[in-house]
Nanobody
Framework: VQLQASGGGLVQAGGSLRLSCAVS????????VGWFRQTPSKEREFVAS????????YYTDSVKGRFTISRDKSKNMVYLQMNSLKPEDTAVYYC???????????????????WGQGTQVTVSS
């Protein structure tokens, strides 16, 4: 399974960005895809997840109401629409996937076996 993340950039506070994660190399109906982010001073942090089989989503509290994770099934793409961005959203964002994600593990980076390269998101104040 290969993942390719893209869409990062520099944006002012209050602005929007859409991150994309291209997923390939497997049969994904049993997979979950997650977005994580990391800064130099913090461990990798869960942001949002999408379960391929039932389209269920889950978000960390700090992004609820601002970020939306979605999928384009025909293109094997997962998106993270980020609105009302804040300087504290600045980080390198990673997409990850695994077929064995359950409710209790969906926020854990260690539970995901497949990772894309990161894409930098910088929000200026």
């Amino acid at each position: 399974v290969q993942l390719q993340a893209s869409g990062g950039g520099l944006v002012q506070a209050g602005g929007s960005l859409r991150l994309s994660c291209a997923v390939s190399g497997g049969t994904f109906r049993t997979y979950s895809v997650g977005w994580f982010r990391q800064t130099p001073s913090k461990e990798r942090e869960f942001v949002a997840s999408f379960k391929w089989s039932d389209s269920s989503t889950y978000y960390t509290d700090s992004v609820k109401g601002r970020f939306t994770i979605s999928r384009d099934k025909s293109k094997n793409m997962v998106y993270l629409q980020m609105n009302s961005l804040k300087p504290e959203d600045t980080a390198v964002y990673y997409c990850a996937a695994d077929r064995n994600i359950i409710t209790s593990t969906r926020t854990l980076a260690i539970a995901y076996d497949y990772w894309g390269q990161g894409t930098q998101v910088t929000v200026s104040s």
